[in-house]
């Protein structure tokens, strides 16, 4: 799969060359891959990245994030090499708030590290809270169960859009919940990136999951992993659940999912 580079869009993300290798180069995870994820103005971009089991889809976002470096490889943000001081926030399919804090200061972590006073940060996190249906909840503990599964992942949808609002790294964040609150926070992270206009970078396993969501899909093959297939999907920018009706929904779906089989065909691996 070659990546075209856009001259006249902004790259937001690039990873060049990357390799990985945790046995001094005898086996490799990861091998000459490439991304190019393109800022386009006033709609962000929602990618999907789906793949083989071990395709190492998640150590794809530890990478951007800046919690892991490649065994090889460049990894870019806003077209300036990735290094020690940034990051970028990233939401696990594991429950990451700090049970000793309540639902305000874990969204207002990332304010506190930068040194912003109390009185605006709160404000700041207040407001997010809002935005993800959270309000009323703010004094309580972020831990389980005092707060429900969608609940926890939205108070680090909240924290990490503060931190850093034009970039969004999700791992499977939803890949626990049952499936009404699944479908819920479905319809509420469309809602935010409509809002936001952000970057996403979201991994799943579920392909439906993935088409509603997505605006483009990249898939990985088996190990050593690169990208083989990148699908548009040329839905409506503004998503419903009702679109899930559409048939050019369901066509997509069944077509990325033929996609997913063929991969795992000719490359193996399972996915």
Known sequence: MQQVDNPNHQNVIELKGIGQSYDGGQNWIIKDLNLIIEDKPNQGQFVVILGMSGAGKSTLLRYISGLQKPTEGQVFVNGKELDKDTRVSMVFQQYSSLPWKTVLENVALSLEFKGIGRKEREEKAMEMIKLVGLEGHQHKYAIYPT????????????????????????????????????????????KLWDQFQSTIIFVTHDISEAVYLADDIYIMKAPPSKFVEHINIDLPLKRSREMKRDQRYTELVHFVEDTMMNVASTHGGSF
């Not at 969608?150 to 890949?175: C, H, K, T, W, Y």
């Open 147 to 190: 707060l429900s599964g969608g609940q926890l992942q939205r108070v680090a949808i909240a924290r990490s859009l503060l931190a850093n609002p034009e970039i969004l790294l999700m791992d499977e964040p939803f890949g626990a919940l049952d499936i009404k609150t699944r479908l819920q926070m479905q319809d509420l992270l469309t």
